[in-house]
């Protein structure tokens, strides 16, 4: 959070948050990268700030031989450690700067992993051309429209194809966005399902993140003709002391911080349920 921009829960349109997280990717790559680099390492793949690794995890199962889609990749940290274990995979993001980022530790590693720039929300990929998808914290969390981003990863996939996202616990919403004693009160609805949106004196967002409650994502999950696996709540280890802005071990040793949702295709296509967009569409997260 900003400390001297206005904050304040309100809705914010897809193309408005869509604008607002490229120019702040943009412009915050360079902090973003220097601040975390070293955690997120520059062929490792970590779900969350509870450290918890898809080497141990294997959340997306066998991935030797897979084409693989990462899903606002930021700097490709994931997408080098799938290389390394035998997959294909292919990253995208909205943000130029952190692509850049991506090049640099590409060329670094002596890791050719193909750089996409792209909206979650719109897919510049054929159908059926992925066998898995995966993202840690990428995209979902800044999208207004994340019933979009599960319906394009649903296209890309191939039928029985895994996608396995995390992205802030929607339980977070209910408390301030401190990692201190502060953030253990719950200060706002969980059904609230306004944006968090900072915006300058002219009232234009400068980030903006999105809410849902567990039962929006099911709902958003199921519509797209996606089966839900399962919802890993990473516990926060005993010999983790270091904070991500909010997640701190404090926190964490009390309440979830990060929900991985662990999906796979249909093996046919199924039509929306009846009722699906029931849920109102509509903290801050990981930067
Ligand atoms: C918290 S970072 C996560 C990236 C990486 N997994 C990591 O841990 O650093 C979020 C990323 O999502 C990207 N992003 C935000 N909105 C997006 C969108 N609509 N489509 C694609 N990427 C998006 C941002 O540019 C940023 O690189």
């Given at each position: 959070m900003t400390v001297n921009e206005p904050v304040l829960r309100r809705v914010s349109e897809p193309a408005e948050s869509a604008l607002a997280a490229r120019r702040w990717w943009d412009a915050g790559a360079a902090d973003y990268q220097a601040e975390h680099g070293a955690f997120l390492g520059d062929c490792d793949f970590v779900w969350g700030p509870e450290r918890l690794r898809e080497e141990t995890?294997?959340?997306?199962?066998d991935v030797t031989g897979r084409r693989v889609l990462e899903v606002g990749?930021?700097?490709a940290q994931c997408s080098r450690w799938l290389a390394g274990q035998g997959a294909h995979p292919v990253a995208f993001d909205l943000s130029a700067a952190q692509l850049r980022h991506g090049a640099m530790l590409n060329q670094r590693t002596a890791t050719a992993v193909p750089l996409v720039q792209a909206d979650a929300q719109r897919l510049p990929f054929a159908d059926s051309s992925f066998d898995l998808a995966c993202s840690a914290y990428g995209a979902v969390p800044f999208v207004a429209d994340s019933a979009a981003v599960m319906r394009e990863i649903a296209r890309v996939l191939r039928p029985g194809g895994r996608w396995v996202f995390s992205t802030?616990?929607?339980?977070?919403?209910?408390?301030?966005?401190?990692?201190?004693?502060?953030?253990?009160?719950?200060?706002?609805?969980?059904?609230?399902?306004?944006a968090y949106v900072e915006q300058d004196g002219a009232g234009r967002a400068t980030y903006v993140e999105h809410h849902r409650t567990i039962g929006d994502r099911v709902r958003e999950i199921v519509a797209a003709g996606l089966v839900l696996e399962d919802i890993v709540e990473p516990e926060w280890p005993d010999d983790l002391e270091q904070a991500w802005a909010q997640w701190s071990p404090l926190r964490g040793r009390l309440m979830p911080g990060t929900a991985v949702f662990v999906t796979r295709r249909g093996r046919t296509r199924s039509a929306a349920p009846?009722?699906?967009?029931?849920?109102a569409a509509g903290g801050s997260a990981r930067r």
């Open positions: 995890a294997r959340l997306l199962g990749c930021g700097a802030t616990h929607p339980v977070r919403w209910c408390f301030r966005d401190d990692a201190g004693p502060k953030g253990l009160v719950v200060e706002s609805s969980y059904f609230d399902r306004r009846a009722g699906s967009a029931r849920a």
